[in-house]
């Protein structure tokens, strides 16, 4: 905003008219009116007044601090787009720098302007395209002090793309720590840089972790959405979200260990008795190949450590020892087949002989 719209802004915010607001500073009505218009400038010794009158400092009066609202920003950056289509890109690129000198503080702008004139100048066939670099550059790279991490992140991308591009790609990986350890584009930008400098195994270990940590995400998600689906006693929702956890498990070659482990809880969820056996048997059988997936083709490059007898026999132990609970599975009390199953039949045989 200029002065003139910050001056009505504030001025109506107290509920002040122009008439009012004149006779306090000893103006005119229509000095105020022109003011507001940008027709003219308050002068340089009503700016202490005019701030006090409305309660802002000087800084926000003169829009030294001003944040541009996001449909105002939208529509600058919808103006450049627009401006692309048609005009020669120096053109646009003068304007667009305007405006941003216009408001220095506004990160939103910066960055949006920035990101679109990079874009245009890769779209289109622009003359000497380098005499552009330091300005874009040395924009980004203040946005890189911004405290939203959404600015960092979008500026700090956007340098690796543009020295990608150029094929430095030490500098590219420089802009990555900009990225938290936590966020998984870190980890695939990396890999992509080891792939285009030749590392590939790097690279493969780097995309084989994002796999594995995308299915366990995944598989958290979708075990998530069927308890609700149980929770509202949807059913046919529940045998719907089993299928897609079973076809995840089989994509990510995650073991029969693990399918059976999500079919036992819609089972369970239906007290049916035969799916409940099957399902607990091919379990406890299949405990043994339980880190079977450390061998499969799509993990390769990754190392995982082997689990031990112990760690088995305590799965095992833990998987009968749930089998057994009466509130889980009550509703297979008496069923012969699974009482042996669950050791029960000789547990009461060990107890008579004593």
């Not at 690796?160 to 980890?187: C, D, H, I, V, W």
């Not at 190949?289 to 082997?306: A, M, N, P, T, W």
């Not at 669950?342 to 008579?352: A, F, P, R, W």
Request: proline share 2%; charged share 30%.
């Amino acid at each position: 905003m200029q002065i003139g719209q910050v001056i009505r802004t504030y001025r109506k915010k107290k509920n002040m008219t122009q008439e009012e607001m004149a006779a306090r500073l000893g103006v005119s009505a229509p000095a105020v009116n022109k003011w507001e218009n940008g027709n003219s400038m308050p002068d340089i010794m009503l700016l202490a007044p005019i701030a006090r009158l409305l309660d802002v400092s000087l800084d926000t009066l003169l829009a030294f601090q001003e944040e541009l609202t996001d449909r105002e920003v939208n529509e600058l950056v919808r103006t450049v787009n627009e401006k692309m289509k048609s005009e020669d890109y120096a053109a646009v690129f003068r304007w667009a720098k305007k405006k941003m000198e216009q408001y220095p503080n506004s990160e939103h702008l910066h960055l949006w302007m920035c990101m679109t004139l990079n874009a245009g100048r890769i779209v289109k066939e622009v003359k000497e395209e380098e005499t552009y670099d330091d300005f874009l550059c040395t924009s980004f790279e203040r946005l890189l002090h911004s405290r939203e991490e959404y600015v960092r992140t979008t500026a700090a991308d956007s340098l690796y793309g543009f020295f990608m591009r150029k094929e430095q790609y030490e500098k590219a990986e420089e802009y990555l720590t900009y990225f938290s350890s936590q966020n998984p584009e870190r980890k695939r930008k990396q890999a992509f840089l080891y792939a285009r400098m030749g590392r590939n195994d790097e690279a493969c270990k780097l995309y084989e972790e994002l796999l594995f940590s995308g299915y366990q995400v995944l598989s958290t998600v979708l075990f998530s959405m069927f308890t609700m689906a149980l929770q509202d006693r949807d059913m046919e929702r529940a045998e719907y979200l089993t299928d897609k956890t079973v076809q995840l498990i089989r994509l990510f070659e995650a073991g029969e260990y693990q399918e059976y482990a999500v079919r036992l809880e819609l089972a369970q969820a239906k007290e049916n008795v035969e799916e409940t056996l099957t399902c607990a048997e091919k379990m406890l059988a299949g405990i043994g190949q339980i880190g079977d997936y450390r061998s499969v083709r799509l993990y390769g490059h990754l190392s995982f450590k082997e689990p031990s007898d112990e760690f088995t026999d305590g799965m095992q132990e833990k998987a009968i020892e749930l089998f057994r609970d009466e509130e889980s599975f009550g509703y297979m009390k008496g069923n012969e087949r699974w009482e042996e199953l669950i050791g029960l039949h000789k547990k009461e045989k060990t107890e008579q002989m004593f």
